[in-house]
């Protein structure tokens, strides 16, 4: 272990260049490249060695915060204390006790923003591991993230790193939090000063703060409703029952201060017409006010809030990254510490689950329910607002506003308002704002359908949206742009607005569509996720949205393969309102376009493009993601995988076509039906054997495949894959022998799984 110890500085050394990059992917390959050698080397390292490396990571980075003025080698010493507190307990502990007091000191010297809510979230993690959770361990954080958020503050990155601080601390420790911030009143009135800040970045981080705010209020609000018997139901209950809690306001502290964010939020929303060099301090109260009302709304209705994280945020994870057999292997085997390790430390960093955390409050629902008409009334002056921010907030707004009281919002003009200020924002030249456009459009076409459903009383007599289909078909129908027509004039405005909006954006999408037509050709160019987004939510609609989408399948089966696509496919077939044929042509036009990538010539070419595999990648997963009839797979698909793909040139295609056939090999064991023996007993038993000695031979050549192939990343998926159901042609004789010849394998991971299989 000693020479491995004195190694490690030069380890270091050697991922610093890139750590310090100020390129944020070279930042990123390089975390994951140095988080990797460090579980590879030292994830088992006893005790004595990890106190020595403890010391060691302690010295790099003293040197690299000693100047705090050079951002990017202290980004740098960040981002190695982030790989070592995920890389097990023992760092974890030994590291959180010696660097956290000099993180502590080093807030106060950020100059970047950026960097300083890093250091922010890296401190409360490495509280978290002293060992000494106790009552004083965040006691001098809130009142200095108190002071810098002071109106007296002139800094701007003080001024954030202060909001920060409380939302990071409202996450880590929110028992501690709230006891910090009690009197819940007297906190408030310091941090409504951050949302009318100059700042629009600083304002949107105090909406963020608050949400988390919120969120243990809310708790701690149950908790007290619990111990005192009140008749307390869940958030799903809540959303069915619009009667307001007898309370007494004199002594509860929760409605108190739910009053005072309202009564806030409303006295910025009613900021009268000042002189002209007074309009944009107007316009950042205006913001900051539908900020505080949109987070309020989002505690008023956990059902909305629901749908949201269903149908609209997984639109927007990030592209899924390859990872190696280690990060496998590593996910599937209990490790010695609580958490198992992230396949990306920075996947701590990014984490967007804190902020999908789904809480509803009785109180504040009340509130809002008995304020509807004056906050209608407020919001619905700001639709023509010229700058970005105010209506990319208000559209937010209003399906929540919708959702809540549905009746009476549709008994007042503000449906047909509402629907043409999204029609407005769907053609507006900047890509956010028509995102947020047509995810608007789906919710409140959702929300008319609910509130129909539930309205027994038949108290909505506005006619649905979803009763004509045409304009909502058009706005979609249009953003499926021809690819004929990319290159040259668009006949309609909305797609030349586009096209000239994007013109930078759409220049690359052509350059990779056009290395992905060679595979498969396309008709139109793929929209943006939004669209899917509002695809998806239209198929809950019912029956009416059904003959939208028929006529959309045109557009949606001819614009090539993505995961925005997919997903969106894969739920609409999964929906029960959507017609049986609609669920059918969508199988048998995905077919056509698999058939089309796989048989075609080019997949076989080991000179692929980055489009090309990319797209040969997403056919594969595809054949794994849809439930498709087994003669649909049987024998084309099958014979394609096995003579072409599970020995491409490229590793990713052959893990991926490795892991697609097993998976449809598996399916193919499933027992056949009762009706279809009956049939034909005979003819069913010889198909039956023939098809059972296919997928003896296939078995025997993967695992072939899982002995002879380079890559451990490929010999290690073979194993993982044939774990289960393929036991009765792996008991064979040539089989068993390639079985204990794997147990020889350089890789420890792959001689587990051949271990285990045997």
């Not at 390089?30 to 080397?41: G, H, K, V």
């Not at 600083?202 to 988390?212: D, H, L």
């Not at 590793?651 to 097993?662: G, H, K, L, N, P």
């Amino acid at each position: 272990m000693s020479v491995t110890d004195t190694r490690f500085p030069a380890l270091l050394e050697q991922f610093a260049a890139d750590l310090q990059s100020p390129n944020e992917d070279i930042r990123r390959r390089a975390t994951d490249e140095l988080y990797e050698r460090i579980i590879s080397q030292y994830a088992d390292a006893p005790s004595d060695v990890v106190t020595v490396i403890a010391e060691q990571v302690q010295e790099f980075i003293r040197n690299k915060m000693a100047n705090p003025n050079d951002v990017n080698e202290n980004r740098a010493a960040l981002l190695v204390i982030l790989c070592f507190v995920c890389a097990g307990q023992n760092f974890y502990t030994e590291l959180s006790n010696k660097l956290e007091p000099i993180l502590r000191g080093y807030k106060q010297m950020s100059v970047d923003a950026n960097l300083c809510e890093l250091v922010v979230k890296l401190t409360c993690i490495l509280v978290k591991g002293c060992g000494r959770m106790s009552i004083d361990q965040f006691s001098l954080d809130v009142p200095k993230a108190l002071e810098r958020i002071s109106r007296e503050e002139q800094h701007e990155t003080r001024r954030y790193s202060g909001i920060i601080i409380l939302k990071e601390i409202a996450i880590a420790a929110p028992s501690r939090y709230y006891h910090l911030i009690t009197p819940v009143e007297q906190f408030f009135e310091q941090l409504f000063g951050t949302m009318t800040d100059p700042k629009q970045y600083i304002r949107e981080a105090f909406a963020e703060t608050m949400q988390a705010t919120l969120v243990v209020l809310i708790d701690r609000e149950r908790e007290e409703q619990k111990n005192n018997n009140s008749d307390i139901t869940t958030g799903q209950d809540l959303t069915s029952s619009n009667t307001s809690y007898a309370i007494n306001t004199e002594s509860n502290t929760f409605l108190k201060a739910y009053n005072m964010a309202y009564n806030e939020a409303m006295k910025c929303l009613q900021v009268e017409t000042t002189t002209k060099n007074k309009n944009t301090q107007r316009e950042d109260r205006i913001h900051g006010g539908l900020l505080l009302l949109n987070e309020l709304l989002r505690v008023s209705d956990v059902k909305f809030e629901s749908i949201c994280q269903d149908l609209i945020q997984p639109y927007s994870a990030p592209k899924p990254k390859p990872i190696s057999y280690k990060d496998v292997h590593r996910s599937r085997v209990a490790l010695t510490f609580e958490r198992t390790g992230p396949l990306s430390p920075m996947d701590i960093i990014d984490n967007p689950e804190q902020s999908q955390i789904q809480v509803q409050s009785s109180l504040i629902r009340s509130i809002m329910l008995d304020n509807f008409v004056n906050i209608s009334n407020q919001v619905f002056q700001y639709r023509q607002q010229p700058k970005s921010m105010i209506p990319n907030v208000l559209i937010r707004i209003l399906p929540r506003l919708a959702s809540l009281d549905y009746r009476w919002f549709s008994h007042q003009p503000y449906v047909d308002a509402t629907m043409t200020f999204i029609y407005e924002r769907i053609n507006s030249h900047e890509l956010k704002e028509r995102q947020l456009a047509f995810h608007a459009l789906g919710l409140m076409i959702l929300s008319d359908k609910t509130n129909r459903i539930n309205d027994t009383d038949s108290l909505i007599t506005t006619t649905p949206l979803t009763k004509d289909m045409t304009k909502i078909f058009e706005c979609l129908k249009q953003t499926f742009i021809p690819i004929s027509s990319t290159n040259t004039s668009i006949t309609s405005g909305h797609a030349h607005r586009r096209q000239n909006s994007n013109q930078s954006s759409s220049s690359s999408q052509q350059q990779q569509q056009s290395s992905i037509n060679n595979l498969l050709p396309c008709r139109y160019s793929s929209p943006d996720s939004s669209v899917f987004a509002c695809i998806t939510m239209i198929g809950e609609a019912g029956p009416d949205a059904s003959k939208c989408l028929d006529n959309l399948l045109e557009y949606l089966l001819h614009c090539g393969l993505n995961h925005s696509l997919l997903f969106c496919l894969d739920k609409l077939c999964s929906m029960p309102l959507i017609h049986t044929d609609t669920k059918r042509k969508i199988h048998q036009g995905l077919l056509e376009n698999l058939r089309s990538i796989l048989s075609n010539p080019l997949a076989y070419n080991p000179n692929l493009t980055n489009g090309q595999s990319d797209i040969i990648l997403i056919a594969l997963q595809t054949l794994r993601i849809f439930h498709f009839e087994a003669q649909a797979i049987e024998p084309s698909f099958i014979d394609i995988l096995n003579q072409r793909f599970i020995e491409h040139d490229s590793v990713r295609i052959r893990i991926e076509s490795i892991i697609t056939i097993t998976h449809l090999l598996r399916k193919l064991l499933l027992p056949p039906s009762q009706a279809s023996l009956s049939t034909n007993t005979t003819t069913s038993l010889i198909a039956a054997n023939k098809l059972r000695i296919k997928i003896g031979v296939i078995t025997q050549r993967i695992l072939t495949i899982g002995v002879t192939d380079l890559d451990p990343d490929v010999r290690y998926n073979v194993f993982l894959t044939l774990q289960d159901d393929f036991k009765q042609f792996l008991a064979k004789s040539e089989a068993l022998e390639l079985l204990f010849f794997s147990l020889h394998d350089e890789c420890h991971e792959i001689r587990e799984l051949a271990l285990s299989l045997i």
